[in-house]
């Protein structure tokens, strides 16, 4: 078993920045990869960015150049930093991990990009 637990969503201006952060523990097999999700109103839940145990990335094409995914592998812990935010950015944020028996959600951080 693997428990995720999101943090740092909030509140933010257009053009604003937020750092999200997943924490994970239980059973973590050192080949994994980690990926961060998002599902805003009325939409299907879409891949945002992930990243391996090797540390090789990818990102969606709309947050290409804004977002940057990171992980520190001996916190067991991924970021999502996310600059320039824009309105369409609003989403409940999901931390997912993936390895060769599944995969593991965690419970979601809102994410509100407004003025």
């Known amino acids: 078993q693997v428990q995720l637990v999101e943090s740092g969503g909030g509140l933010v201006q257009p053009g604003g920045s937020l750092r999200l952060s997943c924490a994970a523990s239980?059973?973590?097999?050192?080949?994994?990869?980690m990926g961060w999700y998002r599902q805003g109103p009325g939409k299907e839940r879409e891949l945002v960015a992930s990243?391996?145990?090797?540390?090789?990335?990818n990102y969606a094409d709309s947050v290409k150049g804004r977002f940057t995914i990171s992980r520190d592998n001996a916190k067991n812990t991924l970021y999502l930093q996310m600059n320039t935010l824009k309105p369409e950015d609003t989403a409940v944020y999901y931390c997912?991990?993936?390895?060769?028996?599944?995969?593991?959600w965690g419970q979601g951080t809102q994410v509100t990009v407004s003025s």
């Open positions: 990243i391996t145990s090797g540390s090789s990335t």
């Open positions: 239980g059973r973590i097999f050192t080949i994994n990869i």
């Open positions: 997912k991990y993936s390895y060769w028996g599944g995969d593991y």
